[in-house]
């Protein structure tokens, strides 16, 4: 039977009808997939990137229509790109593209408003929870003095000099922070190997990321320039840039950076509300 429509197409498609998965593709290939590789390419991903993710965000499309999980919201239009077809290709093929950079070790930042939108799409509740309740658990786990530094820091929010203070020994308020930081790290690590789930994992990834971008500068700045493909430069080039003495005053302060990027995930992971939830 003839197609005129795109809603008679996706009903072709929800059919089984060969004819009309091909004519399917065919228009997701002409209309959609130029954004996706403008998308790609702009973020240093190579032509093959591209496909891989627009035929993976295909599939996905096609699942959903084959199980009347989506619809269009405007039956008469017949065009293929119409923004919500084109804005549910693009969000799967973006999630699918950091997924990929991520199993390749890569570091990549976007823009703000991307990022904030990318980071809230498609993340079932559960995977949430998941791990905040892995991060309180952990945190009640681990030995002292790291159970009673983390609940005092981030629970009922002493300052270091305050904890440094309460302690059956003073501290310094610098001995306190170096105390603190060893413990979140340790935290950290064990949160993340706790998590069964690889969409806890992103989550956990992505915090990471948010937090990152958050920084003030000169951190922002330094850690995407040593991390961020594409960027990348030694430590001599980030001492040139950000006029530092040499490399051991750069890697010092790059360090500073790394300490309070870990301070700040853990923050967001033991003062959500959502963190003591059993």
């Not at 993710?53 to 008469?76: D, G, M, P, R, Y």
């Not at 305050?162 to 059956?168: L, Y």
């Not at 990471?208 to 995407?224: N, Y």
Request: charged share 25%; glycine share 6%; with cysteine.
């Amino acid at each position: 039977m003839p197609i005129g429509s795109l809603p008679e197409l996706l009903e072709e498609v929800r059919k089984g009808n060969a004819r009309g998965e091909l004519l399917f593709y065919k228009l997701l290939e002409r209309h959609c997939y130029p954004s996706v590789r403008a998308f790609v390419r702009a973020r240093g991903g190579q032509d093959e990137d591209s496909r891989s993710v627009f035929n993976h965000a295909c599939t996905v499309l096609w699942e959903k229509i084959v199980a009347k999980q989506f619809e269009l919201n405007n039956l008469t239009d017949t065009h293929p790109h119409s923004d919500q077809m084109r804005a549910f290709v693009m969000k799967v093929a973006k999630n699918q593209f950091f997924n990929m950079i991520r199993s390749k070790g890569r570091i990549v930042y976007l823009p703000d408003d991307e990022f904030a939108g990318l980071k809230d799409a498609n993340v079932p509740t559960e995977h949430v929870d998941t791990l905040y309740r892995a991060a309180w658990q952990v945190t009640q786990e681990m030995e002292e003095p790291c159970r009673s530094r983390l609940s005092d820091r981030f629970a009922k929010k002493l300052t270091y000099a305050e904890i440094g203070r309460s302690g059956h020994s003073a501290a310094s308020a610098k001995a306190i922070r170096n105390s603190v930081v060893a413990c979140v790290l340790a935290l950290l690590a064990k949160v993340y190997e706790s998590l069964t789930t690889s969409e806890a994992q992103r989550i956990l990834e992505d915090m990471a990321e948010e937090a990152a971008r958050s920084m003030p500068e000169p951190c922002k700045s330094m850690l995407g320039r040593y991390y961020l493909e594409g960027m990348k430069q030694t430590m001599a080039g980030i001492a040139g840039a950000f006029g530092y003495k040499n490399e051991h005053v750069a890697r010092t302060a790059k360090y500073e950076c790394l300490k309070e990027l870990s301070l700040s995930i853990c923050a967001k992971l033991l003062e959500n509300p959502e963190t003591k939830t059993t």
